[in-house]
T-cell receptor, first 115, second 114 residues
Framework: DTGVSQDPRHKITKRGQNVTFRCDPI?????LYWYRQTLGQGPEFLTY????????KSRLLSDRFSAERPKGSFSTLEIQRTEQGDSAMYLC?????????????FGPGTRLTVL | AQSVTQPDIHITVSEGASLELRCNYS??????LFWYVQSPGQGLQLLLK??????LVQGIKGFEAEFKRSQSSFNLRKPSVHWSDAAEYFC????????????FGTGTRLQVTL
């Protein structure tokens, strides 16, 4: 069990550029979540997958954001036409849904800075 | 809709002193409750969780939390704080059953003085 990994750890981009982040969950975890955390705040839910199906999306996830989990393993989060307001830490978490429990384990995050 | 309130933005304690971080939640049924800790620039590490059963739960690093349904609280405690405990602590609530997203509080930053 190597934990949840995220790549890159840091990304600096210019406004208007597209960026893509990758998350590799704990192996055999069937759920994968994306959260966004801005300075001084707790993480806010963006979306989650069960296997390859995207089951819920937050209103925070504008049409510039898209997430995929093509084979039910790793996931990508793409932000198109980045804005300065997109600057945040993007956290990925995974869990193994079992009867009566759903404990999420978080990765180290990708810190995005939009100039 | 579920929500979490962490009333204390910043707490300072002396090393060796006891600690209690407050968490109040709002949820219509029995919630799933979690405490996570975050060091600067890092992801979140799970300290402990409550799903059902014994209302006093033990976690890692000597932390414990008590679920009090009547007060809608899930306060985190540690009898003796170490300097390495300095970090940001987040309480979170999830819907019971196999549902999904966590709702986090705004966090409490713990400073430990030597």
């Amino acid at each position: 069990d190597t934990g949840v990994s995220q790549d890159p750890r840091h990304k600096i981009t210019k406004r208007g550029q597209n960026v893509t982040f990758r998350c590799d969950p704990i192996s055999e975890h069937n759920r994968l979540y994306w959260y966004r955390q801005t300075l001084g705040q707790g993480p806010e839910f963006l979306t989650y997958f069960q296997n390859e199906a995207q089951l819920e999306k937050s209103r925070l996830l504008s049409d510039r954001f898209s997430a995929e989990r093509p084979k039910g393993s790793f996931s990508t989060l793409e932000i198109q036409r980045t804005e300065q307001g997109d600057s945040a830490m993007y956290l990925c978490a995974s869990s193994l849904v079992a009867s009566g429990s759903d404990t999420q384990y978080f990765g180290p995050g990708t810190r995005l800075t939009v100039l | 809709a579920q929500s979490v309130t962490q009333p204390d933005i910043h707490i300072t304690v002396s090393e060796g002193a006891s600690l209690e971080l407050r968490c109040n939640y709002s949820y219509g049924a029995t919630p799933y409750l979690f405490w996570y800790v975050q060091s600067p620039g890092q992801g979140l590490q799970l300290l402990l969780k409550y799903f059902s059963g014994d209302t006093l739960v033990q976690g890692i690093k000597g932390f414990e939390a008590e679920f009090k349904r009547s007060q809608s609280s899930f306060n985190l405690r540690k009898p003796s704080v170490h300097w390495s405990d300095a970090a940001e602590y987040f309480c979170a609530v999830g819907a019971s059953g196999t549902a999904s997203k966590l709702t986090f509080g705004t966090g409490t930053r713990l400073q430990v003085t030597l």
